[in-house]
C-alpha cells in the first residue's frame, strides 16, 4: 500500500513537515539563550489549554495556542521582573499546566485516553481544518525566526550589547517565548507535547556539533529537524509505533552521528593559535563601513582575537572592535 495516497497521511507528513521546520528555528534561540527546558514547561501550559477545550467543547489546537501565548508572557514577565527566578518559573509550568489539564479533562469525563494523544502524539487526529491553522502558524513562526535571525540572535547571546546598539530587549525576549509557545503547539499532534522540546533542541545540538557559525548551525538544524520528523511519521506508519517516540529517537541517532565531528572541530579550535596582543599604545579612533544586519559575537563565524580587555573579530582582512551602537578599525 503506498502511504501517499492516504488522505490522513497525507495530513501527518505535511503536519511533520512544518514541525521540522518550525521547531529547530525557534530552538536555535532557546538553545542559545540556555532555556532549553522551556519547550517542555510551554508544552505542559499548552496541555491546560487541551483539557479547557475539551471541558467548553471547543476546538482543541487554537485554544491550546492561546493558553500556552500567555502563560509564556506571564512567565517571561515574571522573570524579567525578577519576582521568580528561572527555575521556580519553570516548576510553575511544567506542574500547574499539567494538574490543569489533567484535571479539566477527568471533570468532563474525557480522563486521560483523550489527552494522550496530544501529550505522544496521534496521526489520526489531524484534520484539514488543523493543518491550515498549522500551516499559518508555521509560516509566522519561519518568517520571524528568518526575517530576525540578527536582532534575535543578538538578544540571545549579549542583552547588554543588544541594548547599546538600540535594541528592545524585553520585546524581542517576550517574541521569542511566544514563538516558542506558538511552536509548540504546531508540533503536538505529531510529535506530542511531552516529547516536542527534543525536536526543539537535538537537532540543534547536533547542527552544533557539525558546523561554526550560527547561520550555518541555524539551516542545518531544520534540515535535520525536518529529516526526522518527516521519517518519523513514515517509519510510525510501518512498524506501527508512535510517531512522537521515534521522531525524537530519529533525532537523537542524528545527534550521535555528530559527535565525532564535534569532536574534530575541537581538536582544529585548539590547534589554531591565539593571537594576543600586549601593545599598550592606543589606536586612532576609526569606525568601520556598515556591517548591514550582521553582528559580530560568539559563533558569528568570524575568528576572535584577544586584544587587552576586549576581542576583536576578523573580518575582511580587519580587525573589528565592538563599541557602542558601531565597530571599530583595530
Given at each position: 500500500?503506498?502511504?501517499?495516497?492516504?488522505?490522513?497521511?497525507?495530513?501527518?507528513?505535511?503536519?511533520?513537515?512544518?514541525?521540522?521546520?518550525?521547531?529547530?528555528?525557534?530552538?536555535?534561540?532557546?538553545?542559545?539563550?540556555?532555556?532549553?527546558?522551556?519547550?517542555?514547561?510551554?508544552g505542559?501550559?499548552?496541555?491546560?489549554?487541551?483539557?479547557?477545550?475539551?471541558?467548553?467543547?471547543?476546538?482543541?489546537?487554537?485554544?491550546?495556542?492561546?493558553?500556552?501565548?500567555?502563560g509564556?508572557?506571564?512567565?517571561?514577565?515574571?522573570?524579567?521582573?525578577g519576582?521568580a527566578?528561572?527555575?521556580?518559573?519553570?516548576?510553575?509550568?511544567?506542574?500547574g499546566?499539567?494538574?490543569?489539564?489533567?484535571?479539566?479533562?477527568?471533570?468532563?469525563?474525557?480522563?486521560?485516553?483523550?489527552?494522550?494523544n496530544?501529550?505522544?502524539?496521534?496521526?489520526?487526529?489531524?484534520?484539514?481544518?488543523?493543518?491550515?491553522?498549522?500551516?499559518?502558524?508555521a509560516?509566522?513562526v519561519?518568517a520571524?525566526?528568518?526575517g530576525?535571525?540578527?536582532?534575535?540572535?543578538?538578544?540571545c547571546?549579549?542583552?547588554?550589547?543588544?541594548?547599546?546598539?538600540?535594541l528592545?530587549?524585553?520585546?524581542?525576549?517576550?517574541?521569542?517565548?511566544?514563538?516558542?509557545?506558538?511552536?509548540?503547539?504546531?508540533?503536538m499532534?505529531?510529535?506530542?507535547?511531552?516529547?516536542?522540546?527534543?525536536?526543539?533542541?537535538?537537532?540543534?545540538?547536533?547542527?552544533?556539533?557539525?558546523?561554526?557559525?550560527?547561520?550555518?548551525?541555524?539551516?542545518a538544524?531544520?534540515?535535520?529537524?525536518?529529516?526526522?520528523?518527516?521519517?518519523?511519521?513514515?517509519?510510525?506508519?510501518?512498524?506501527?509505533?508512535?510517531?512522537?517516540?521515534?521522531?525524537?529517537?530519529?533525532?537523537?541517532?542524528?545527534?550521535?552521528?555528530?559527535?565525532?565531528?564535534?569532536?574534530?572541530?575541537?581538536r582544529?579550535?585548539?590547534?589554531?593559535p591565539?593571537i594576543?596582543?600586549?601593545?599598550?599604545?592606543?589606536?586612532?579612533?576609526?569606525?568601520?563601513?556598515?556591517?548591514?544586519?550582521?553582528?559580530?559575537?560568539?559563533?558569528?563565524?568570524?575568528?576572535?582575537?584577544?586584544?587587552?580587555?576586549?576581542?576583536?573579530?576578523?573580518?575582511?582582512?580587519?580587525r573589528?572592535?565592538?563599541?557602542?551602537?558601531?565597530?571599530?578599525?583595530?
Amino acid at each position: 500500500m503506498d502511504i501517499f495516497t492516504l488522505a490522513f497521511m497525507q495530513r501527518a507528513l505535511i503536519a511533520a513537515l512544518l514541525a521540522g521546520l518550525t521547531s529547530p528555528a525557534i530552538g536555535a534561540y532557546i538553545v542559545q539563550r540556555r532555556l532549553s527546558l522551556l519547550g517542555d514547561g510551554l508544552g505542559h501550559v499548552a496541555i491546560a489549554g487541551v483539557g479547557l477545550a475539551l471541558a467548553t467543547g471547543t476546538a482543541p489546537l487554537p485554544m491550546a495556542v492561546a493558553v500556552a501565548v500567555v502563560g509564556a508572557v506571564i512567565i517571561e514577565l515574571l522573570r524579567q521582573s525578577g519576582r521568580a527566578s528561572a527555575d521556580v518559573a519553570m516548576a510553575i509550568l511544567f506542574y500547574g499546566g499539567l494538574a490543569t489539564g489533567v484535571l479539566l479533562a477527568g471533570v468532563v469525563g474525557q480522563g486521560t485516553g483523550m489527552l494522550s494523544n496530544y501529550l505522544f502524539g496521534s496521526l489520526l487526529t489531524i484534520t484539514e481544518a488543523d493543518l491550515w491553522l498549522i500551516g499559518g502558524l508555521a509560516a509566522l513562526v519561519g518568517a520571524a525566526a528568518i526575517g530576525l535571525m540578527p536582532q534575535l540572535f543578538a538578544v540571545c547571546t549579549d542583552e547588554d550589547f543588544a541594548k547599546t546598539i538600540g535594541l528592545p530587549v524585553r520585546f524581542y525576549n517576550l517574541l521569542i517565548v511566544v514563538l516558542a509557545a506558538i511552536t509548540v503547539t504546531v508540533s503536538m499532534r505529531t510529535v506530542g507535547l511531552l516529547m516536542v522540546s527534543a525536536l526543539m533542541v537535538v537537532p540543534v545540538a547536533a547542527a552544533n556539533n557539525a558546523l561554526t557559525g550560527f547561520r550555518a548551525s541555524f539551516f542545518a538544524a531544520i534540515g535535520l529537524g525536518v529529516t526526522a520528523a518527516v521519517s518519523g511519521v513514515i517509519g510510525s506508519f510501518y512498524l506501527n509505533a508512535p510517531p512522537g517516540s521515534l521522531i525524537v529517537v530519529i533525532a537523537i541517532a542524528l545527534f550521535v552521528l555528530s559527535l565525532p565531528l564535534a569532536g574534530l572541530r575541537q581538536r582544529q579550535r585548539s590547534a589554531m593559535p591565539v593571537i594576543e596582543i600586549t601593545d599598550p599604545t592606543p589606536m586612532p579612533h576609526q569606525e568601520t563601513d556598515l556591517h548591514a544586519d550582521h553582528l559580530h559575537g560568539p559563533d558569528c563565524g568570524h575568528r576572535a582575537v584577544i586584544h587587552g580587555d576586549h576581542t576583536d573579530y576578523l573580518h575582511n582582512g580587519h580587525r573589528h572592535a565592538p563599541h557602542g551602537d558601531h565597530y571599530d578599525e583595530h
